[in-house]
């Protein structure tokens, strides 16, 4: 069964920081990965989609890269400001279904 | 419409009634997935339609759960005897095809808050 986890849980810093933001999986075998964000009562907002045969995707401010082999993606984004404070989610492709982590909560402060 | 449509956008009710959310996706979008959020958990899969059929539900938590598609759009999750625990996020997301492929790209509606008294 896939397991998708995310680290930090949360995490709080100073407006200009560069983050890094981390999602493993347990099971290789799929087909993209994608990262959303989710700002409080609201939807899914997509940020990015890594497809199967792709190593990372860049728009803007943020990269996220892909290894599948180890399980793992990162997301990166380079000077944080306040408008990045949301709750960020990976989320595998699974066949046909997606299979989310668990988010990590960020808060940018000035 | 431009994207994903869920109606009620709150619903607040009484536990032991019944709760019907309803979604209507993307025109010409054959896969339709229902999402629950719940605090503190993380979102999880509930039940997957390509047309009218339905061949994963594996995600709905009771038999208190039920869905149905309709004409290959509207979508309606019923939830009977609703219990304090189902008080959720109820999020469902469309697609042009089902699959691996970049045509099975995900539009998610803005989530129906259930709230169970």
């Known amino acids: 069964k896939q397991e998708v986890t995310q680290i930090p849980a949360a995490l709080s810093v100073p407006e200009g920081e560069n983050l890094v933001l981390n999602c493993s999986f347990t099971?290789?075998?799929?087909?993209?990965l994608q990262w959303f964000r989710q700002d409080p009562g609201k939807g899914l907002t997509s940020l990015l989609l890594?497809?199967?045969?792709?190593r990372e995707q860049t728009s803007g401010r943020l990269n996220a890269s892909l290894d599948k082999s180890s399980g793992r993606s990162t997301l990166y984004i380079a000077a944080s400001q306040p408008g990045d404070s949301a709750t960020y989610l990976c989320?595998?492709?699974?066949?046909?279904?997606?299979?989310f982590g668990t988010g990590t909560r960020l808060q940018v402060f000035p | 419409g431009a994207g994903v449509s869920q109606s009620p956008s709150n619903k607040v009710t009484e536990k032991g009634k019944d709760v019907e959310l309803r979604c209507d996706p993307i025109?010409?979008?054959?896969?339709l997935y229902w999402y629950r959020q719940s605090l503190g958990q993380g979102l999880e899969f509930l039940i997957y339609?390509?047309?009218?059929?339905?061949?994963?539900k594996s995600g709905l938590p009771s038999d208190r759960f039920s869905a149905e598609r309709t004409g290959g759009s509207v979508s309606t999750l019923t939830i009977q005897r609703t219990q304090q625990e189902d008080s959720a996020v109820y999020l469902c997301?469309?697609?042009?095809?089902?699959?691996?492929?970049?045509?099975?790209?995900?539009?998610f509606g803005a989530g129906t808050r259930l709230s169970v008294l």
């Open positions: 025109s010409g979008h054959t896969a």
């Open positions: 339609f390509q047309g009218n059929s339905a061949p994963d």
């Open positions: 890594i497809q199967s045969s792709q």
């Open positions: 997301a469309s697609s042009l095809v089902s699959g691996g492929s970049a045509g099975a790209f995900r539009y």
């Open positions: 099971d290789s075998a799929i087909y993209n």
């Open positions: 989320a595998v492709w699974d066949t046909d279904k997606l299979i």
